[in-house]
């Protein structure tokens, strides 16, 4: 603004119905008291010519513009005039962008568009400092959210748990919300958190784990007055919240003899409870159910289904317009290593494909990227293009489980345009598209991801992690953004304008995910972390376990064969191309051979390497490449804040002496299975 002025017009009894208004006003304060101008309300009189930013509800038109009194007609009149006498049809996350003659114009519905609309502002504004003000360019644009429902899941626990301490698979400390067993006193930091999300535009949050243990199973109920509270915080910013809820709660909390979801008193309990839930949050979501997984309670118990038991929720939240996120992360965990016939990956798609159509339509079927667990690198999961007649929320893991935990630099964004951007039928929509609601069926679902947040100072643990947090929402918002631009900004909000650190970022982050890739699990084969911790190498820690997740290493080769000539069929679960692209040796694409494919150590690959020299190439090519990093990190120096460069100093170390203890145990393991020796003659134990 300089030492112009920002607007803030709103209707008369807008503001006491809308609260994300209030937002909108304090964050104009905020930025004024950061970078100099002033902010005048219509109630604050004459403005002056010096008007640069004017953010408008449509509510305004037709009423005076503030200085109407006055003799003189300010060219930022005229342009406030001519958007809001044809503001067009807005949704209300949707915001129209003008600008003209250096005034910018920000149209919306609701706050929540004046909201996105503020932010994307600030977001161009650091994008190019200093220029802005010079700007004659002349806008005018509508910008709405490509998904509609963009969704943070959180691990948290209340209490702290014995096995995964109190933020599942959570790398940044404790839980914002909770602490020492109950809701915090002091909600200042989920305060700056929702405020945080809002600007990147997430728009749901599930406030607790998906393994729901006795305490967290009553915040449905004794519990509220904190749901309460947390909806409080996150409400301002446009955000609504849901509880991930416990299928067995009728009898857990509500003294049932059943959870049986086609009993009558098992439907009055959950009605009863969700009313008194809407009562007490009017604008809730939802819930979250993770139902017969991994020992979570399910309809399984009852002889019933995954759609009896999801519609059994849909229909107690119908009345209030709230949604069931039912997940589809259903798999036998009891596997014996032995039995050949099972395959893991393909067991969403046998449980839920055939359900196809039989769910209420406030059900969304939460389907993990994946057909395996958020690994480094799988195939999309199947039951995308399985489902037409259902609404598919897709899943993504930002909490680095799999990928680091936030103790490596890996930036997913890259992967996750690459989930996104897929076609399941060859042509035609892809994956973000059938989220959308863009799919075969037209039924739209959601984008949801899983946390990295916790409470630690720098939120994410890792400080670079927080551009994961960042790409996920601007991702959601819009899944065309290419990642390096999404970078591109996150630095330019969080570092500022230097042009070094700008570049050492890029150079550390945008190809982190691949690198992280080249010196873990091999070509698509996943799996070969520690049991439990799922950090560090352990190649065999998962191969004789009952969880499914095996690469059948052998002297004379690697990989799971699933398909459909020899295999598990699974390659059978994907529509034209892909059953045939995956299922033949020829086409299947290098990074996803070992996925789909058992072939011998000598496999000559796409590349022209064989599977065993890519192990070996690889993997000392990526521990390089660490090297890389943690030099041009340590030449930033002096050139971001102090702590943020110790913190990440510290991380690097730890990526570094982890990535070689991965190349040394790899490549050792397949030196030990194949007696292939490397071409390079490399040092291997
Ligand atoms: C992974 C993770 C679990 C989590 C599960 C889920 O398996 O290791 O901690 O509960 O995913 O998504 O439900």
């Not at 086409?587 to 690959?605: A, K, N, R």
């Amino acid at each position: 603004l300089g030492t112009g002025h920002a607007l803030l017009l709103t209707a008369r009894d807008e503001t006491a119905a809308d609260p994300v208004l209030a937002t909108v006003e304090t964050e104009l304060r905020r930025a004024a008291r950061a970078h100099g101008g002033r902010l005048s309300t219509r109630t604050d009189g004459e403005p002056g010519p010096d008007v640069r930013l004017v953010l408008a509800t449509t509510a305004v038109h037709p009423q005076p513009l503030p200085g109407d009194a006055a003799a003189t007609e300010h060219a930022w009149h005229a342009l406030v005039r001519r958007v809001l006498a044809d503001p067009g049809t807005l949704p209300p996350e949707s915001f129209r962008l003008v600008r003209d003659a250096g005034v910018t114009v920000v149209a919306a519905s609701s706050g929540t568009g004046l909201l996105h609309g503020l932010h994307h502002v600030a977001r161009d504004a650091a994008a190019r400092p200093g220029r802005a003000a010079e700007d004659t360019a002349v806008t005018d644009e509508v910008r709405s959210p490509a998904q509609a429902v963009r969704m943070l899941d959180h691990w948290d626990n209340v209490d702290v748990h014995d096995v995964m301490g109190q933020v599942e698979r959570g790398y940044a400390g404790g839980s914002l919300f909770f602490a020492d067993g109950a809701l915090r006193d002091d909600l200042g930091r989920a305060e700056e958190y929702a405020r945080l999300l809002g600007s990147i535009g997430i728009n749901r949050v599930g406030l607790n784990n998906v393994n729901v243990h006795a305490r967290e199973a009553r915040l449905l109920t004794e519990g509220l007055p904190d749901v309460v509270r947390l909806a409080a915080v996150f409400r301002p910013h446009g955000i609504r919240v849901h509880l991930s809820v416990s299928f067995a709660a009728p009898m857990t909390v509500g003294g049932l003899p059943t959870a049986d979801p086609l009993d009558p008193g098992v439907q009055r309990w959950w009605a009863d409870v969700t009313a008194h839930v809407y009562r007490a949050v009017p604008d809730f979501g939802g819930y979250v159910v993770k139902a017969d997984s991994e020992g979570q309670p399910g309809p399984f118990a009852y002889g019933r289904d995954h759609a009896d038991g999801a519609n059994l929720l849909a229909r107690a939240l119908a009345p209030f317009g709230g949604t069931v996120f039912w997940r589809a992360f259903v798999y036998d965990h009891h596997q014996d290593w032995r039995d050949r016939s099972t395959d893991r990956a393909r067991a969403a798609h046998d449980h839920f494909a055939p359900l196809d159509g039989r769910f209420d339509e406030n059900v969304v079927l939460q389907v993990k990227h994946g057909p395996l667990d958020f690994q480094t690198r799988e195939a999309v999961s199947p039951v995308i293009a399985a489902m037409p007649r259902t609404r598919l929320a897709v899943e993504l893991q930002v909490t680095q489980e799999y990928t680091g935990q936030q103790r490596h630099a890996c930036y997913l964004a890259p992967w996750w345009r690459e989930i996104l951007d897929l076609r399941p039928w060859g042509e035609g929509p892809t994956v973000a598209d059938v989220a959308i609601g863009d799919g075969p069926g037209g039924r739209p679902g959601a984008l949801v991801a899983v946390s990295n947040v916790g409470d630690d100072p720098f939120w994410t643990g890792h400080p670079l992690a927080q551009a994961n947090l960042y790409a996920f929402g601007r991702l959601a918002w819009d899944p065309t953004l290419a990642p390096e631009a999404v970078l591109d900004e996150w630095v330019g909000l969080t570092f500022g304008a230097d042009p070094d650190v700008r570049a050492g970022v890029h150079a550390i982050l945008d190809d982190s995910w691949r690198t992280y890739e080249s010196y873990t699990a091999p070509l698509g084969v996943g799996f070969m972390v520690t049991p439990g911790s799922h950090y560090g190498p352990s190649v065999d820690g998962y191969e004789y376990s009952p969880w499914g997740t095996y690469h059948f290493a052998d002297r004379d080769g690697i990989g799971v064969d699933r398909t459909r000539a020899t295999g598990t069929g699974y390659t059978g679960q994907y529509p034209a191309p892909w059953r045939d692209v995956y299922e033949d040796l020829a086409t299947c694409p290098d990074e996803l051979l070992l996925f789909f494919h058992h072939v011998p150590w000598g496999h000559v690959l796409h590349s022209g390497s064989t599977v065993v020299q890519h192990v070996y190439d690889t993997h000392f090519a990526g521990v390089e490449r660490v090297e890389e990093m943690v030099g041009t990190w340590a030449a930033l120096a002096g050139r971001v804040p102090e702590d943020v460069h110790a913190r990440v100093s510290e991380r690097l170390d730890e990526q570094l002496r982890s990535a070689r203890e991965w190349r040394d145990q790899l490549t050792t393991y397949v030196f030990r299975k194949c007696g292939v020796p490397d071409a390079r003659g490399r040092r291997i134990y």
